[in-house]
């Protein structure tokens, strides 16, 4: 199942429904006006934007996710090695640790992974 896209201001969004799911719409309205600053129809705007893309499902008024928080992220995280690094993992890999010092456990736990697909 292909992941749709979900742009930066519906993901913050999603990760307020990912909390509090499912949940009244009207509360939705206002958790988005609380942490996005958004309007009561922009709220309902992506309610039916991201429901038409089959992100989430908004019935009698109890709104959910159809997909993972983990799925969006995986999608997401593919979608941008893919754009900005031409596909290759390894690329990213060295763009992020050069921009971020790693702790001695982050490249443990990195080497641990690596080594968990050798073994496959």
Same mark, same amino acid.
């Given at each position: 199942? %292909? ?15 990912? %909390?509090? %799911? ?34 989430? &499902? ?15 992220? &995986?999608?997401? /995280?593919? %979608? ?20 971020? &010092?790693?702790? &001695? ?7 641990? /992974? ?7």
């Amino acid at each position: 199942m %292909e992941i749709p896209k979900i742009f930066e201001s519906e993901y913050r969004f999603c990760l307020l429904l990912w %909390e509090n %799911e499912p949940i009244n719409s009207t509360q939705l309205v206002q958790l988005a006006k609380e942490h996005l600053g958004w309007s009561k129809a922009t709220t309902y705007t992506v309610i039916r934007r991201l429901s038409e893309r089959g992100v989430l &499902k908004n019935e009698n008024t109890i709104v959910s996710t159809l997909i993972s928080k983990e799925e969006a992220q &995986k999608s997401r /995280l593919e %979608e941008m090695v893919e754009e900005t690094f031409e596909g290759s993992m390894p690329a990213f890999i060295a763009a992020f640790s050069r921009s971020k &010092k790693l702790t &001695k456990q982050e490249v443990d736990q990195l080497r641990a /992974l690596i080594d968990s697909y050798e073994e496959e």
